[in-house]
């Protein structure tokens, strides 16, 4: 087997697991809910704060944030099933004002350089290695 069709096989394969979650609805990341409240104390998350989470998922932890800390949030995912299951999260849970998900590749944000809107955000969460 050529490194190409590995290459191709483990992509297909990711998809299908990523797939997968947003069906369910559920995603997971190392260190869990524990993790993610490191994370926001080390930002120095507050009201103020406006948050990118990239590889947001089904939309848990920008709900989370949002819900918690009052903090407006932007969550990117490149499936476009996990952004509408993290649509429905933030209405379910009351803070669709709050919070933006958008379909987008880590590599290629949706955001326009020039107006320095990606330096907006006071705190970025990447909870996914980005190559």
């Given amino acids: 087997m050529g490194t190409k069709q590995l290459s191709e096989e483990i992509s297909e ?3 299908s697991y ?3 979650q947003a069906y369910w609805g559920v995603t997971k990341h190392m260190g869990g ?3 993610t409240r490191e994370l926001i104390e080390l930002c120095h998350i507050n009201k103020g704060k406006y948050v990118l989470d990239v590889g947001c998922g089904v939309g848990k932890t ?3 944030v949002a819900k918690m ?3 407006r949030v932007v969550g990117v995912d490149i499936s476009e099933r996990m952004v509408d299951r ?3 999260r933030a209405k379910r849970e009351g803070v669709e004002n709050r919070v933006e998900f958008r379909v987008a590749d880590a590599q290629n944000l949706p955001f326009d350089r020039r107006r ?3 330096r ?3 705190s970025p969460l990447c909870p996914r290695k980005v190559a």
């Fill in 116 to 118: 320095n809107l990606l």
């Fill in 62 to 64: 920008p709900c989370y």
């Fill in 86 to 88: 993290a649509k429905e």
């Fill in 69 to 71: 800390y009052g903090c």
């Fill in 120 to 122: 907006s955000f006071k």
């Fill in 18 to 20: 990523f797939e997968l």
């Fill in 13 to 15: 394969v990711e998809s």
């Fill in 33 to 35: 809910l524990k993790a």
